[in-house]
């Protein structure tokens, strides 16, 4: 296999592109020359030293037993809050107030609870998305009143730790939140004895749900310790099951591969889509199985489409920074494409993290007057990031601090830890009712490919994270207009291609009001659509599937701004899938039909069929 350098791109458009030869196994940075072991050098090299290694590999041993959660920040949001309220008497005597009142209300639906004129939940309710306590078996006594104690316990908790005056907003959701992952750990439906559905299992079944739920417990332990996947049972194998669409990889450096999709139709659009996806989880999410692929979709649609698979990244990528996914990623992707398709516009596409950079991409790429992308479209991805959702919670000085010391000591952010944090901002769902499912009632989950996925994560490397955390979450340096490419600054007001921008109603990773902002951002014609659904289920919407539904609009570049619940209100409801909404605004901004482009440069034999290499690693 022969090693192919890119040629070096200056800020400029040049037309400057890849040589012929697209075959390239570690090809070098745009910018500057490999590092040790093939790594792509950054343009900006770190320090020499690190300061305080001492103190650095203290607080990453530290991080091993806390999951990667600073102490200090929670210390000290706990501390914010319980130093203001211990000067707030009348707020006290309000809170001990309701503590006698729902005691009160509690005892009297105790008295009656074998009346037949009370009613089960006569005191509180579950909330909508809660369903620990669903089913008839929680309407009886004694565990209707366990659960009505227990929410009664949740929303004191949940009114206690907010409102307090001259707490910070930061520290206070960080209190909520912590006080609020406790309560869920103690909820009555996590034990047995606690839990009627559990026991009802027990009885009708002799026991056996705990010698199943014993076994599930020990095949996740094994799965654990062994560090294999989800998707391990056969059932859903990549290449095979998922990322299974007909391609080929067209170009390798030491970033990505580059793959791209056989045509299925006779004749395509001239503009072909690339796709640039997160690289916090595997490409595939975008070509699941066949009848959730999104890649599958828009190829019978008559697309030719390219998508980029990450590399996962491991202690010699450490030193990786975040604008070398730009130029090892979307740049020498682009390149490719437009050696394969020459003289075409591009159809671009990013998904979360992939969204974030393919806007800066773009916005870059505007100020140098190079104009490669016909449209831009962004999935659930933020380019704002002060109301980022509960993930903030994770984000502050003390927070970033410890995980670069926890990411300092490996050279990498490891999947444990990224997934837990995911898993915390849903633990409801993701982590106790799915261990009282598996482990008291002796049921394992059937399996999806969204959870196959789910379960293939990535690492991430230290230098990128945490540019990624400081520059965009912690100092907000793209909205404001202070993130830098190739040394000059970049303003998503530079971007007037057409955009079309979705955010997913139910999504507790980039919140669909924070999606919104791109609207007095740019200076584009914007369509934006909110679909049903969450960060990954609402995406993951194929035509096929019911349940799905949306609003969408559209604002021209020149048109007055309206605000998102305004938005919200003037946005028409459509039931059904997204995706042919958008491939008929892709259709319209695309021109007629012609014959498919070819596969490649036709000198890439040494390289293999899609889903590559890199998928695996």
């Known amino acids: 296999m022969s090693v192919v350098q890119i040629i070096p791109r200056t800020e400029e458009p040049a037309a400057q592109a890849l040589p012929v030869n697209p075959v390239a196994g570690r090809a070098v940075s745009t910018v500057s020359s490999e590092g040790p072991a093939g790594v792509p050098a950054a343009a900006d090299p770190l320090p020499t030293s690190d300061p305080y290694p001492f103190d650095r590999a203290f607080h990453a041993m530290l991080a091993r037993f806390t999951g990667g959660i600073s102490p200090l920040a929670l210390s000290l949001a706990w501390l914010d809050w319980s130093s203001h309220l211990a000067a707030a008497p009348q707020r006290q005597m309000e809170m001990s107030r309701n503590v006698l009142r729902d005691t009160g209300r509690l005892a009297e639906a105790a008295v009656h609870a074998t009346s037949s004129g009370q009613k089960p939940w006569s005191v509180i309710q579950p909330q909508g998305r809660d369903r620990r306590f669903s089913g008839p078996q929680w309407e009886t006594a004694p565990f209707n009143l366990l659960a009505q104690a227990f929410l009664l316990t949740e929303s004191w908790w949940r009114d206690a730790a907010t409102g307090v005056r001259g707490v910070s907003h930061a520290n206070e959701a960080i209190v909520e939140f912590s006080m609020r992952q406790t309560l869920d750990m103690l909820a009555p439906s996590n034990f047995a004895a606690t839990n009627p559905k559990v026991l009802e299992k027990a009885f009708q079944s002799g026991g056996e749900n705990f010698v199943f739920g014993w076994q599930n417990w020990c095949s996740d332990l094994m799965r654990l310790l062994s560090g294999s996947k989800l998707a391990d049972d056969g059932q859903f194998v990549v290449g095979k099951t998922v990322a299974a669409s007909p391609g080929k990889v067209v170009y390798r450096n030491e970033l990505i591969e580059l793959i791209q999709y056989h045509p299925t139709t006779a004749q395509v659009r001239p503009e072909p889509i690339l796709i640039v996806p997160a690289w916090i989880m595997k490409y595939y999410i975008l070509d699941l199985s066949p009848q959730n692929s999104l890649v599958k979709y828009l190829t019978g649609q008559g697309f030719t489409v390219f998508a980029i698979s990450w590399r996962n990244p491991d202690e010699r990528d450490r030193d990786l920074a975040f604008d070398d996914y730009r130029r090892l990623g979307v740049m020498a992707a682009l390149d490719m494409i437009g050696l394969i398709v020459p003289g075409r516009k591009t159809h671009a596409l990013g998904y979360c993290l ?264």
């Open 354 to 617: 992939g969204g974030t950079l393919l806007s800066i991409a773009a916005a870059a790429m505007e100020r140098d007057g190079d104009n490669r992308f016909g449209t831009v479209t962004l999935l659930a991805a933020q380019t704002d990031f002060t109301e980022a959702g509960e993930l903030t919670l994770f984000i502050n000085e003390s927070q970033v601090a410890f995980l670069e010391d926890m990411m300092w000591q490996r050279g990498y952010l490891d999947t444990t830890q990224m997934a837990g944090a995911f898993q915390l901002l849903r633990s409801n769902e993701l982590i106790w009712s799915r261990l009282s499912h598996d482990y008291l009632m002796g049921e394992g989950a059937p399996m999806n490919d969204l959870m196959a996925w789910n379960a293939d994560a990535t690492r991430l490397p230290y230098r990128m994270h945490s540019e990624y955390l400081r520059k965009l979450f912690l100092d907000n340096d793209l909205a404001g207009g202070r993130y830098q490419v190739g040394g000059r600054s970049v303003s998503l007001s530079d971007i007037h291609a057409p955009m079309f921008v979705v955010g997913t109603l139910a999504d507790h990773v980039a919140p669909w009001r924070s999606v919104y902002k791109i609207h007095y951002q740019v200076d584009a014609d914007v369509t934006f659509l909110l679909t049903s659904g969450g960060h990954n289920a609402g995406v993951v919407a194929p035509p096929d599937e019911p349940g799905h539904s949306y609003q969408v609009l559209s604002k021209a570049e020149d048109a007055p701004y309206v605000g998102a619940d305004e938005w919200l209100k003037l946005a028409p409801r459509v039931e059904g899938s997204w995706w042919p909404e958008w491939a008929k605004w892709l259709a319209v901004r695309s021109g007629a039909p012609c014959d498919p482009p070819s596969i490649g440069l036709g000198d890439a034999a040494d390289l293999p069929d899609a889903p590559g290499d890199y998928v695996h690693t």
